[in-house]
């Protein structure tokens, strides 16, 4: 099955919808040796599907653009070995996935990057995304950012950031 999850309310307080997506982000560089080869779109910041908070106090609970890359790396890789979303991650771009996600959060967060992947509606279409994915997902989510320390209200301000993106993600 060719679907992956994202982020997406776990609950009523917890609500998450990160980014992830199939072999579909911006046009293939050079810069990201390892991607697959993608169709073209119009890459922007609006792709992101929120606004960044403007608040240098949660990206410093996120311990930085290194914070960020160990939380998405170890989101990743527990959401590949977990037994309810893993078949989601058969035959995705991990390499971009990582990296898209890792710029979408820094983004959000005023991190001083830019996003380049695509929006959530169209990223997601087709993919069969159920509420039970995100919520697993979410789960692993919360265990990442648990093992970066970051404090449990820092990590409720980004999962509320994203969650108007779960309407655009869950589709059935």
């Not at 599907?49 to 160990?70: E, I, M, W």
């Not at 058969?90 to 971009?96: A, F, G, T, Y």
Request: aromatic fraction near 6%; include cysteine.
């Amino acid at each position: 099955m060719n679907r992956i999850a994202l982020l997406a309310p776990a609950a009523a307080l917890m609500a998450a919808a990160l980014i992830a997506a199939p072999a579909a982000f911006a046009d293939p560089s050079p810069d990201h040796p390892g991607e697959q080869t993608v169709d073209p779109y119009k890459a922007s910041n609006a792709n992101a599907d929120a606004t960044p908070r403007g608040d240098p106090a949660l990206f410093a609970a996120f311990h930085g653009k290194d914070g960020v890359s160990r939380i998405v790396d170890d989101l990743i890789d527990r959401s590949v070995a977990d037994p309810r979303i893993s078949e989601i991650f058969k035959n995705q771009d991990l390499v971009r996935l990582r990296r898209t996600l890792k710029e979408q959060i820094c983004y959000l967060m005023d991190g001083g990057e830019g996003y380049s992947g695509r929006d959530m509606k169209s990223s997601h279409k087709d993919m069969g995304i159920q509420d039970a994915d995100f919520n697993a997902l979410v789960e692993d989510l919360q265990h990442a950012m648990d093992k970066e320390h970051v404090p449990f209200r820092d990590q409720n301000k980004l999962l509320a950031m994203l969650a108007p993106m779960h309407r655009d993600i869950v589709t059935k």
